[in-house]
């Protein structure tokens, strides 16, 4: 390998680490109005509040004094827009969230069982009306959409990385009110930056197996997931 490469790859892979979570996250509340917290009109139009810096080293949510008064009974889970539903990992995402969501609400209608209902409904979720007669006749009047903020692989040689993110919204049938939204990103890299011939064929190595691994994207997704409902209170 060239100098010039070498230098590359260092200096590739050590921002690529520099990104990563460092052990640990915290949790922290970001007020309702933000600018990038579409909730709602902010107490304060002419200073809104500063969105908190997504880091990857933080879970950082948002809930309404609604959900409190009123928490809703059952929750739809959809994805947020045509790109996630597209998503390879969309099964995984839906899966993850209709597991830990479960934990929180009585009656939970994840992506599958959804799509059998508005089959047979003949409804489209995405027309108000359609929504609305939804909501009456399976009784469960909040949606709770995902969305991926990134997803990402890095290769180079002796260093691998990927990152997932997700945003997830928590509204009710025909309201732009929203009850909760949290958002959070994990990374996980393999290999490392060699200082020898023998420590680029041993990084390589792991590296290689660090991508080979078809359990660490499911894993990812739903470690984002469990650490994103920990900012959602149960609602009963």
Aim: proline share 6%; aromatic share 6%; hydrophobic share 40%.
């Amino acid at each position: 390998m060239s100098v010039i490469k070498s230098h590359l790859l260092i200096l590739i892979a050590s921002s690529l680490l520099a990104g990563c979570m460092a052990g640990g996250y915290s949790v922290e509340r970001e007020p309702m109005g933000s600018p990038r917290n579409t909730s709602g009109a902010s107490t304060n139009t002419q200073h809104p509040p500063t969105p908190i810096q997504d880091d990857g080293q933080r879970v950082i949510f948002s809930l309404s004094q609604d959900y409190d008064r009123d928490p809703p009974a059952c929750v739809v889970i959809r994805s947020a827009d045509a790109s996630s539903a597209r998503s390879v990992l969309a099964a995984d995402v839906g899966q993850a969230v209709t597991i830990h969501l479960q934990a929180k609400f009585d009656r939970v209608i994840g992506p599958a069982q959804l799509q059998r209902l508005l089959a047979k409904q003949k409804l489209d979720l995405d027309h108000p009306g359609d929504a609305r007669a939804f909501a009456w006749k399976t009784r469960c009047r909040a949606v709770l959409t995902w969305k991926l903020t990134s997803a990402s692989e890095t290769f180079l040689l002796a260093f691998g990385a990927r990152n997932i993110g997700l945003a997830l919204t928590l509204k009710r049938f025909g309201k732009d009110d929203i009850l909760w939204q949290a958002r959070h990103r994990t990374s996980r890299t393999g290999g490392g930056l060699p200082l020898s011939p023998v420590g680029l064929v041993v990084d390589t190595v792991r590296a290689g197996q660090f991508m080979d691994d078809r359990d660490m994207l499911p894993s990812m997704i739903h470690d984002v997931v469990r650490r994103l409902f920990t900012t959602l209170p149960e609602s009963y």
